[in-house]
Nanobody, 126 residues
Framework: VQLQASGGGLVQAGDSLRLSCAAS???????????MAWFRQAPGKEREFVAS????????RYADSVKGRFTISRDNANNMAYLQMNNLKPGDTAVYYC?????????????????WGQGTLVTVSS
């Protein structure tokens, strides 16, 4: 499975961005069997969990730091996942990675995901 993240950019505090993640590849038998997630990594910090969504889209999980501001979603017909980010803060500045795994356990840690995209940079200025 290949993942391609896009949508990052430079914004001001309070602005919104939507990140996209496109899944593809010969092993992608059924996108709706993949749990999807977003992680982020700020300079000098460890990669941290942001949000995850079950294959069906019926269950979502968020880090406390983004609850109420970020929304994860997916379009199973088009093999896409999204992260809508509202009211962005300078502390949200990081490289954002989409991740996927066939397991629906959705462990909120990088070790829970076997497939990773290349990352997209989000910079929030104050």
């Amino acid at each position: 499975v290949q993942l391609q993240a896009s949508g990052g950019g430079l914004v001001q505090a309070g602005d919104s961005l939507r990140l996209s993640c496109a899944a593809s590849g010969p092993t992608l038998s059924a996108f709706n069997n993949l749990a999807m997630a977003w992680f982020r990594q700020a300079p000098g910090k460890e990669r941290e969990f942001v949000a995850s969504i079950a294959g069906s889209g019926g269950s979502r999980r968020y880090a406390d730091s983004v609850k109420g501001r970020f929304t994860i979603s997916r379009d199973n017909a088009n093999n896409m996942a999204y992260l809508q980010m509202n009211n962005l803060k300078p502390g949200d500045t990081a490289v954002y990675y989409c991740a996927a795994d066939w397991s629906q356990s959705r462990v909120p840690q990088p070790r829970g995901y076997g497939y990773w995209g290349q990352g997209t940079l989000v910079t929030v200025s104050s």
